[in-house]
């Protein structure tokens, strides 16, 4: 299956195999059509590569931290994820290596995974539909270009992905955030649930409902077929996980696609540019650089389909500028690297919850709970525009609350022993909307080590996003406040954007080739047979984590590319 060398011509290739491009490389395989993906990372196979997994930090050398020297030296960008450690960091891209540039004045946290699987392995598994209010919204405040889609576009292709990725939650029929095909959500704890009935007695617009992510619960036939087993609530995740309980690229997907005998894998490929046809309009190849020992190879396909991460396909795009697209291909419309977003997680509110002494808990759950946007309809008297949704949960102290605490004896010892407070946290994720001047373009003279211009990045938070966050903290402190918890406190963190992971935007679809990239189908409105089908396809940022979202376009557009081959317009 791996390749290095190829004189065929791919009826598909697919480059980035992480969330995206695992999808589109199973169902351009599944459809009969001889596939190519192609990685720029090392191949990681499920299971045998998880070198991490079901090690405890007492058996680390640092106890999970990683050491002062390797992150500066190689991870001072990738240290800033909650999820880098020291079982995990061989998942995350190399900062030495992977260099890239801010605009002076603004900062980026670009975490990076370049692996066979891509970010697959690291996501936390959030996984929401987005409903018309979001598909909407650039349209009804004129903030960003009208999405070229709407719900009943995706709904159809949103079921077809959850039912083989498994999702859990629970059905809530709320106009803001559709339901997906669920399966079981995992159980709220008994403070979890006196919450939930207080906060949403106290205010009847918001919700506190079971986080929904792509985790076996109860694994169904088709999820066993592909390998996979039941989630063991052991919160290990990002260190790969051998049940292959949490979706990844290596878990579902890469297996199904192998299983054709029609899919081949470029490891250790980083894709310089694309080779463009002038005559026919159509882009024909792929120049790689090898990772390894900086050679270089070329790869032909009859469709390409960029899914190498928001970021990453933009920079591909840009890099193969030519004398018909002199400012990036596919470029006519020259909003090409412009409109990039994330999401703004730098608000939050905590609280002590009284009582429940003698509530505890087993296993560990791998995700919290989640209260949707109750700012989902537009509304002139708020002083920013859109909404954030906040993450949630309940926790019990446990004896980490005294490890700066100094002791000795059966006391301490006893002390250390005993559960703690239980605690209740929130936490914003706010939406971040599209502006032109948000933008990455290629360095004039600084490249990487296999002679790719760096990315620069300009990106700042806008006076809307901190008017939406100060309202996030006090809104958390309000709720907490008024359902009668403790001690109550809220604030702000100052995490530049990058750290909510969830590029968006810089190749974005649209109606108009004059102020797009891309058509509703992720298609390139300027070759035909060119399509990008990650998160720089969008238009808005919506409060949702994007990834489910990125999933469903990918199948239709997929499967929207194959009836216009068949119908030879591509
Ligand atoms: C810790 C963490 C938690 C997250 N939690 C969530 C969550 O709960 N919910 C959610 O929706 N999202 C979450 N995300 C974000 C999610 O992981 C990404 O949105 C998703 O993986 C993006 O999919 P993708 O296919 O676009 O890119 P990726 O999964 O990043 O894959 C891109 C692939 O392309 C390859 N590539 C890049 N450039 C080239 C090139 N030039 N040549 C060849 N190959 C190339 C890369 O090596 C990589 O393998 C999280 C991310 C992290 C790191
Ligand atoms: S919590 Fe579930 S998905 Fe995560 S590592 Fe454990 S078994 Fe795997």
Not at 17 to 24: K, V
Request: proline share 5%; charged share 20%; hydrophobic share 35%.
């Amino acid at each position: 299956m791996y390749i290095k060398e190829s004189k065929q011509t791919y009826d598909a290739i697919v480059i980035g195999s992480g969330i995206t491009g695992g999808w589109a490389a199973k169902e351009f395989s599944e459809k009969g059509f001889k596939t190519l993906l192609i990685e720029r990372g090392r191949v990681v196979e499920h299971r045998k590569d998880y070198v991490g997994e079901g090690m405890p930090p007492w058996e680390q050398p640092l106890r999970s931290k990683v050491s002062l020297a390797e992150i500066e030296q190689q991870y001072h960008v990738q240290k800033n994820c909650y999820a880098f450690n020291d079982s995990t960091k061989h998942f995350f891209g190399n900062d030495r290596d992977l260099p890239f540039e801010t605009a002076k004045g603004t900062d980026f946290w670009w975490i990076r995974a370049n692996q066979l699987g891509g970010k697959s392995l690291l996501w936390h598994r959030f996984s929401y539909r987005w409903s018309d209010f979001d598909f909407n919204a650039n349209k009804l405040d004129g903030f960003g270009n009208d999405w070229p889609i709407r719900y009943q576009d995706l709904a159809h292709w949103y079921s077809y992905v959850e039912r083989h990725v498994g999702i859990c939650g629970q059905k809530e029929s709320l106009p803001q955030l559709p339901d997906s095909e669920f399966l079981p959500p995992f159980d709220m704890t008994a403070p979890e649930l006196h919450i939930k009935q207080q906060l949403e007695a106290a205010f009847p617009d918001r919700k506190l409902i079971h986080g929904r992510q792509a985790h076996l619960t109860k694994p169904s036939a088709h999820h066993l077929a592909q390998g996979r087993g039941q989630c063991q609530a052991r919160n290990e995740c990002q260190k790969g996980c051998s049940f292959g309980a949490y979706f990844s690229t290596q878990s579902s997907t890469l297996p199904d696609a192998a299983k054709t005998g029609n899919l081949q894998i470029a490891p250790n490929s980083v894709v310089h540019s694309l080779i463009y046809d002038g005559i026919s309009n159509r882009v024909k190849g792929v120049r790689v650089i090898d990772n390894e020992d900086l050679s270089q190879r070329e790869y032909f396909g009859k469709v390409v389909f960029l899914c190498a991460s928001t970021l990453g396909s933009t920079q591909i795009l840009l890099n193969s500028r030519n004398k018909t697209f002199p400012n990036g291909l596919a470029n006519r419309s020259g909003v090409l690297g412009h409109y990039l977003m994330d999401h703004n997680y730098n608000a939050w509110a905590r609280a002590e919850i009284p009582g429940f002494e003698d509530a505890f808990y087993s296993g560990r759950r791998p995700g919290g709970l989640y209260i949707p946007n109750f700012y989902f309809k537009p509304n002139p008297k708020r002083p920013f525009l859109r909404g954030y949704g906040m993450s949630a949960g309940a926790y019990r102290e446990d004896w980490k609350a005294m490890q700066h605490e100094d002791g000795i004896g059966i006391a301490f010892k006893q002390q250390l022993q005993k559960p703690g407070k239980w605690q209740f946290w929130l936490g914003a994720q706010g939406e971040m909307l599209p502006r032109f001047e948000n933008s990455v373009q290629l360095h004039a003279f600084k490249k990487d080590k296999w002679g790719i211009p760096q990315l620069e990045i300009n990106c700042r938070f806008s006076e809307n996003e901190r008017l939406m966050m100060l309202d996030a903290a006090e809104q958390g402190q309000l709720m907490l406040e008024k359902i009668g918890l403790e001690n109550v406190s809220c604030g702000l963190h100052d995490k530049p954007p990058g750290s909510g992971i969830h590029e968006l935007g810089t190749a974005r679809m649209g109606r108009d080739p004059k102020d797009s990239v891309l058509n509703g189908f992720n298609q390139s409105h300027d070759i035909p047979n060119l399509f990008v089908t990650d998160g720089a396809s969008f238009c808005s940022s919506a409060v949702q984590n994007p990834s489910l979202t990125f999933m469903a376009l990918t199948v239709r557009a997929v499967n929207y590319a194959v009836k216009e081959i068949a119908a030879r317009r591509i």
